[in-house]
């Protein structure tokens, strides 16, 4: 039953899981570095003017223009992550990946706010009005 697999389109197969292999990886570990970072509004605007100069990729520029016309897209969600669907965001990203893990510091998160214990019924009123007695 095997026998339409010859040795290149194994070699394919081989090639393909192994591709996706790294894709999974690499998604994993840019998830782990993301986790708790927030781009920074000076991240952004670094971004903004690599995105402009002539050391940006072709691919970068187009994204540049693109979000200046408006279309939908900011900085922001290109730099989170939520544009990641977009095949010129990603392409971006790719030609650009190391100057901007260079440009982004990005900015730890705040820690949630602490929540007030519930009221049990047997606790005394914190704040009193006329009628609390």
Do not use: Y
Request: hydrophobic content about 35%; overall charge negative; proline content about 8%.
């Amino acid at each position: 039953m095997t026998a339409w697999r010859t040795p290149d389109i194994r070699a394919a197969e081989d090639f393909l899981t192994q591709a996706v292999r790294q894709v999974e990886q690499d998604m994993r570990r840019t998830a782990q570095n993301l986790r708790g970072k927030e781009p920074s509004t000076e991240d952004v605007r670094r971004v903004m003017q690599f995105a402009k100069s002539s050391e940006a990729s072709p691919a970068m520029r187009q994204l540049a223009d693109r979000i200046a016309r408006g279309a939908g897209l900011s900085w922001r969600q290109v730099l989170t992550g939520e544009a990641g669907h977009d095949p010129l965001v990603r392409q971006a990203l790719e030609a650009d990946r190391a100057k901007l893990d260079e440009l982004i510091r990005g900015e730890t998160a705040p820690p949630p706010q602490p929540r007030r214990p519930q009221r049990q019924e047997d606790d005394e009123p914190t704040q009193f009005t006329e009628d609390a007695w």
